[in-house]
């Protein structure tokens, strides 16, 4: 048995990259790459540091829907619209990760979160751990047993039972947490006026969602500043608690590619890497980490 599977939530440090990385890189088109090169810059450090045997790079295929917009239209409404040259860089890393050789999850209808949830299924089912590379507190709700995230930038990781201490509540009650408290970064509304520690409360006495609405009746009596208020707000938005759940939780059964295996890297593609390499105008340090990567 080998180490863990390296699981990536590649579209978070691509964004990362787009906005640190200072405009001055270009394609041999003239096209922005600034992305590009703070993504490889990561990727290669995280193969040299772990020498995975086994991994995938999760992508959002698109940018600006999934799913979870047929059910409410406004999820992610909040956030601009990806720019030409942003898309145009997701396509080149896709890219890069496929010449060296690391299996790609990428899915028009799905986000990386259920890439990364249906791959973590997989390879449990075939005995290994996860490793989760992310710092989105999402992810957190597919922890279990020796499963571990991994906050790269800060060098920073936690089990399940480590989640609680994060965020308050239990791995496998971050969906309900968020359908009570919402996210504003994925435009997830929540019940207005149910903020974290409330809703951690609520949720360390009832246990989950359903069970909260289930005994609604006794949020009054709770030892807890404003119970009144709170359950009043509960009931009054208990469609859009439900409807913030649903949202927030992962879909473990999105499709994995058919070839996905048990996510082994493959053999790098000397050829395509030097011709990627052209193309993105990188030095030959970067050149030469690609090749030994």
């Known amino acids: 048995m080998s180490g863990p599977v390296h699981l990536v939530d590649a579209s978070l440090y691509v964004f990362r990259a787009w906005h640190s990385m200072p405009p001055e890189f270009e394609d041999r088109e003239g096209w922005p790459v600034n992305a590009v090169h703070g993504f490889a810059r990561f990727l290669l450090e995280l193969l040299e540091r772990n020498r995975p045997a086994r991994i995938a790079i999760a992508f959002d295929e698109s940018l600006d829907s999934n799913f979870r917009n047929e059910i409410y239209p406004a999820y992610k409404a909040n956030r601009d ?4 040259e942003l898309k145009r860089q997701f396509g080149y890393c896709q890219r890069l990760c496929r010449a060296l050789g690391l299996p790609v999850l990428a899915d028009g209808r799905f986000e990386a979160d259920d890439l990364i949830g249906a791959a973590l299924g997989h390879v449990r089912r075939a005995g ?9 507190k999402d992810l957190s709700q597919l922890l279990d047993g020796d499963d571990e995230q991994w906050d790269y930038a800060k060098d920073v ?17 971050v969906a309900d947490f968020l359908g009570l408290t919402g996210d504003a970064i994925d435009n997830i509304p929540g019940v207005p006026g149910i903020g974290p520690k409330t809703a951690a409360i609520l949720l360390g006495h009832f246990g989950s969602l359903d069970e909260l609405y289930q005994r609604l009746a006794e949020v009054p009596y709770l030892r807890m500043r404003g119970s009144a208020q709170h359950a009043a707000r509960l009931a009054e938005h208990r469609d859009v608690a439900l409807l ?50």
Not at 81 to 84: G, I, M, S, T, V
């Open 128 to 136: 290994y751990a996860g490793l989760i590379i992310s710092a989105d």
């Open 244 to 293: 913030s759940r649903r949202l927030a939780t992962i879909d473990v059964n999105a499709p994995l590619p058919a070839d996905f295996g048990g996510a082994e890297r493959r053999a790098p593609e000397a050829a395509a890497l030097e011709a990627l390499a052209e193309d993105l105008r990188f030095g030959p340090m970067t050149r030469r980490r690609l090749l030994s990567a």
């Open 157 to 173: 990781r936690w089990r399940a039972d480590g989640v609680k201490a994060r965020l308050g509540v239990h791995a496998h009650q």
């Open 81 to 84: 619209a990806a720019p030409d």
